[in-house]
């Protein structure tokens, strides 16, 4: 689909939305077209008022077809209201059948942003909302798919530059869901790394660490859970260094299990549902370096993805297995299960070793009690440091979709990892506190000093049911929350 700012001045025909605020009344650039009052007469007929959630589609004499759609009132931040508005018509576009459409956003246009614009906001969300994967459909749609959107303003100049920056994080978020939703049999470790590579990041240098250099190096964690797979593991390494030369990078951590069957600990056949999307932190980690180098950011930060498949075979990993980490610790394979933490701390360390960031920051699907704490509203937020706690709640807040929550990270939870035999367990004890434990797992791979956050989007990296910028299925959290937290950091 693509999008196009245009002058609102020329002749409208074919098919246009039209967002219209609660108790508003046509907008002001159809009033011009409304000749013959059609549009307020049906408004009326059909006591559409503009309330959230109320549509009104009239043919013009003109022979145009208008959808209205009531957008309510302003609610919370205006860029974020704007961003929802524009999901919802992307579920207008869905029922449209043509290959164009039009926006008119001018019923909008006393909605004041205070960056970018309304009209780019609008259409951020719309495209967020517009989503689908059917590359593996064959048949095709009978109805055309709309192509081309051309929104409407009085400032498409101003609209188009806004929107730039925007489309950069747009790209991410489709680039993590299409990753997030291809099959495990279409995207094993070795594609996964492909895929990344034939995006062609600009000034993103990629490395691959391949199973022999990651036993050199000591990666026994990561390597044990790969160990039961036919397919291979890759430690992704991806660079962008466009900040100062002495400025550590942000090192970015995101769990790329292509599929995880548990392991020996099997997973009950419900819940080996969608386990393909147990690689979105990674894909998360992917669409975020693309969206920061297309932004030009002037910062450093590496982004590491850790490739395996959790499978089940006869060199899979035994529960009770003893195995010594990369920084030394040895760690009791209490549950093959737990997999994410182990492949994460070898990455971390990793990245910590080679890069001596300040700053770490992991995204992984890691804990399935997130669903039960949080439904698919927010993903958890564990950290050592206050600052960088707030400077992502705050990027958060700022997103339509990547929200987050706070948990806390109780030195007692500690205890909860103790094991008979080795430094570690990789589970708490009684099953109790498993997103707490699952963070203070991977604390115990921080360095001193290092300000380190962990984010949990099990809840929130698939949906079952659509939500106006997110259509079901993968969601690619985190792509926008992490770019606006390097975005906010660029301008602190
Ligand atoms: N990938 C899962 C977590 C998950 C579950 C993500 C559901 C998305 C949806 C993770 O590797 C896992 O299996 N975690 C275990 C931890 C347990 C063994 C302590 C879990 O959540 O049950
Ligand atoms: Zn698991
Ligand atoms: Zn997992």
Redesign the pocket.
């Known amino acids: 689909m693509k999008f196009e700012f245009k002058n609102c001045d020329g002749v409208l025909q074919g098919t246009l939305i039209a967002p219209v605020l609660e108790g508003m009344g046509v907008p002001p650039r159809l009033v011009r077209e409304d000749k013959e009052e059609t549009l307020a007469r049906a408004m009326t007929a059909q006591n559409f008022t503009g309330k959230k959630g109320e549509f009104c589609t009239v043919l013009m004499p003109t022979g145009l077809c208008v959808t209205l759609a009531g957008v309510g009132k302003p609610e919370g931040a205006v860029e974020t209201w704007l961003q929802t508005v524009g999901g919802t018509l992307a579920t207008v576009l869905k029922s449209v059948r043509h290959k164009e459409v039009m926006i008119c956003t001018s019923g909008l246009s006393d909605v004041k942003v205070k960056t970018a614009t309304a009209a780019a906001y609008l259409t951020f969300g719309l495209g967020l909302g517009a989503y689908s994967f059917d590359v593996y459909k064959t048949k095709k749609k009978e109805t055309p798919e709309v192509e081309l959107v051309r929104i409407l303003s009085s400032d498409p100049e101003s609209d188009e530059t806004a929107f730039e920056s925007l489309f950069a994080v747009l790209n991410g978020v489709y680039e993590a869901r299409d990753l997030s939703s291809e099959p495990a049999n279409m995207l094993p470790p070795a594609e996964f790394v492909e895929a990344v590579k034939a995006l062609k990041m600009k000034n993103v240098t990629l490395k691959v660490l391949d199973k022999k250099q990651m036993q050199k190096l000591g990666m026994n964690l990561l390597l044990t859970v790969a160990q039961g797979a036919a397919e291979a593991p890759y430690l992704l390494i991806m660079e962008y260094m466009k900040g100062k030369k002495e400025d550590a990078p942000v090192v970015l951590v995101g769990?790329g299990?292509c599929f995880?069957s548990?392991g020996m600990?099997l997973?009950p056949s419900a819940?080996l549902t969608?386990?393909k999307?147990?690689m979105?932190g990674g894909a998360a980690v992917v669409g975020t370096l693309h969206a920061v180098s297309e932004l030009g950011l002037k910062q450093n930060v590496v982004g590491l993805v850790p490739l395996v498949e959790?499978m089940l075979s006869d060199r899979a990993a035994h529960t009770d297995d003893v195995i010594q980490s990369m920084n030394g610790k040895t760690v009791e394979i209490a549950?093959t299960?737990?997999?994410?933490?182990l492949i994460l701390a070898d990455a971390m360390w990793y990245g910590q070793e080679t890069y001596h960031p300040q700053t770490l920051i992991d995204i992984?699907?890691?804990?399935?009690?997130?669903?039960y704490v949080f439904g698919s509203q927010y993903a958890g937020l564990f950290t050592n440091d206050k600052g960088l706690g707030s400077a992502l709640k705050k990027a958060s807040d700022e997103t339509v979709m990547d929200q987050i929550w706070e948990l806390p990270l109780h030195p007692d939870y500690e205890k909860m990892l103790s094991s008979d035999i080795a430094d570690l367990s990789?589970?708490?004890k009684g099953?109790e506190a498993?997103?707490a434990?699952?963070a203070m797992f991977l604390k115990n791979f921080v360095a001193d000093g290092v300000k380190w956050a962990h984010l949990d989007?099990?809840?929130v990296?698939?949906l079952s049911a659509d939500k106006p910028c997110a259509p079901k299925g993968a969601t690619g959290f985190g792509v926008q929350l992490l770019t606006q937290y390097f975005i906010n950091r660029e301008n602190a």
């Open positions: 769990k299990v995880d548990g600990n997973k819940s969608h386990m999307y147990d979105s959790n549950n299960d737990a997999e994410g933490r992984a699907t890691l804990t399935g009690v997130m669903k990789n589970i708490g099953g498993g997103s434990t699952a989007i099990a809840s990296g698939w």
